[in-house]
Structures are given as C-alpha cells and as structure tokens.
C-alpha cells in the first residue's frame, strides 16, 4: 500500500514566514488602522493563517474560522469593547479589519460551502475533455445540500448517475480532491477487459473518433508525446469521448491497493477485472483510460466523499476557446 508523507509541506512553512512578518507589520503601524502598512500586515496575516491551517483541514473549513474569529471579535466590541471607546477614538485595529473582513469572508465560505467551487485540473485523466489547466465550475448542491463538514445529505436533490464528471475527495490523500467519471453506481456488476467496459453484462459500444496527441514532461524522460485511439463511449446513453494508449495493459495489477470491499473484486490479470459496486458507492474511472488512477486501483467512493457536479470551463490561461464549454 502506498505510504503517504506525514511531513509538513512548503506551504506550512511559508505561510508561517507570512504570519511572523503579517505580526510585525500590524506591531509596527499600530494606531493607524487604514494605512497600507496595517492593510500588508493583515493581508499577511491572514494569508498566512491559511497555509498552516491548510496543512490539516480544508479550505472552506479555513474560512469558517475566520468567521467565527471575526464574529467573536465583533461580539466582544458590541458587548465591551464600544461602552468604553470615545466617540472620536478610532476602533482598535482588530475590529476595524474583523468588521472590513467579516461579510466578504463569510459570503465565500457560503458560496463555496454550499453552491459552487472552482477547481484547477491538474493532470491529463481527464483527457480529451479535460486538459491540463482548466479552471472548472462544480455545482455543490446538484445532488443535495450538505452539511458542510460532515458532507451529510441534509436535503437531497438528484441522484449521482453514470456518465456524471463529478469532484470527489481522495480516498487515499487527506485533504487533496479528485475529479472522474461516474462509470458505476451501487448494484452495478463492472467488468473491464481489454480496455472495453460491460456494465451488468451489457457491453458498451465504442465509435471510433481518430487519434488524440498530447506530450508531458517526466523528470525521468523528459518531455513524452502519447499517441492515443480516440473513441466515443456510449455510457448507457451518455455518449462523450475517452483515449486509450497501446503501449500500456488495461491496468497494472500490482499498483492495485488494499481497500474497503475490495472483496467485491476479482483481478485477473493485467488484461482486465470485474467489480460489484457496494451500495452507496461508485466506480470512478478517467477518460484517459491508460493514464488515470482511479477506482481500478484504490476502490469505490462512498457518497459521503462526493463534493459536487463538474458542469463548465471557466477558462484555460494556455487556451482561450475552451471558456465556457460545458463538461
């Protein structure tokens, strides 16, 4: 099983420099709440605050202490803190910016926490409909409103479905988000062999739709074009497009790891597997089907770690026209 780094990571480190330094800007410009040298010190601050507390909890977590530290701030100034101030004194700094910070911070944790989230694709799983570099918009609410940290369905809405791109957490990484595709839903019977998907005995039908080239960098290699076979994949009626790579097997058996329900599986060899998906849970592959981890290696997702719907592009820094497709 792959043995995850328990080291804290540069980001720990650098947003504990910001913080010292954030400190002794607002040390340094104390009684004058407006000036940039208090803005810097507070912008620092915080930005700071968030990389050490990112280190064990997520982001939308990390804005829910702020509003609670803002609003602790801003209860103690009513109750306290206002009786005491003169009219022509200035409030103290830490009101001022808590005041200043409170409805913005408090407007993005609800935005994020319970309606959208845009994400940054990292790797080519994805591909072709998703490249490296896209900034995407997840519908947070499309299969319910959930408590915020829990993730508990408190009102559901719609049903996860096959075909659905959906975010996800790891089920391997703490703290770290993925994004695939619904291949499988509780009761499905999944088998996969030589890189064709049957689905409780249906086979699927594959389009041929010509060829697909992409290149990555490796530090090993150094830059690697992949010359895939695109096809169609008809999904049980969600047609959309997947790549496939000839160089490499269906899967590598020995890169598949122990875990939950994994009884539910039975691996071959590297030509293929089946799976029953347990109640509840899902089968997530990549349409990149020869460079994705997914479900084939560390096993279904449970519907409490779904997180949303990918349903836009916002935008490509490397390519303008894909803005606004819609996945």
């Keep these: 099983m792959e043995v995850i780094s328990q080291s804290l990571s540069k980001w720990f480190y650098l947003g504990a420099i910001s913080v010292v330094i954030g400190a002794v800007l607002i040390f340094m410009a104390r009684g004058q709440n407006k000036s940039k040298r208090m803005e810097n ?178 530090p090993e290699v150094g830059n690697f074009t992949f010359y895939n076979e695109k096809f169609i994949e008809d999904l049980t009626g969600v047609k959309h497009p997947i790549i496939t790579y000839d160089q490499v097997p269906s899967l590598n058996v020995e890169n598949v790891i122990n875990f939950p329900n994994k009884s539910n599986c039975i691996y071959v060899n590297d030509n293929g597997f089946s799976c029953t998906v347990p109640q509840g849970e899902y089968f997530m592959m990549g349409d990149n089907r020869d460079n994705s981890a997914d479900s084939r290696y560390w096993g279904f997702v449970p519907n409490k770690d779904i997180l949303g719907k990918a349903i836009y592009v916002i935008i490509n820094l490397h390519d303008f026209k894909r803005i606004g497709i819609k996945i």
């Design 41 to 218: 010190g507070y912008f620092l601050l915080i930005l700071g605050f968030v990389g050490v507390i990112s280190e064990w909890t997520d982001f939308a977590t990390v804005l829910f202490i702020f509003v609670i530290i803002a609003s602790i701030v801003l209860v103690i100034d009513k109750l306290f803190l206002i009786s005491t101030r003169e009219a022509v004194t200035p409030k103290q700094h830490y009101v001022y910016y808590a005041r200043e910070f409170f409805p913005v911070v408090l407007g993005v944790w609800v935005l994020r926490a319970f309606l959208f989230e845009a994400y940054q694709i990292p790797s080519s799983s994805m591909r072709p409909d998703l490249t490296v570099g896209d900034f995407i918009l997840v519908n947070k609410f499309n299969y319910g409103i959930r408590e915020p940290f829990t993730n508990k369905v408190l009102i559901k809405i719609d049903e996860v479905k096959r075909g659905d791109v959906i975010v996800f957490k790891d089920q391997q990484v703490k703290n770290r988000d993925l994004i695939k595709r619904v291949v499988g839903v509780g009761g499905d019977r999944i088998e996969y062999q030589n890189k064709r998907l049957t689905i409780n005995g249906a086979e699927l039908k594959y389009t041929p739709d010509g060829t697909y080239t992409y290149s990555e960098n490796y």
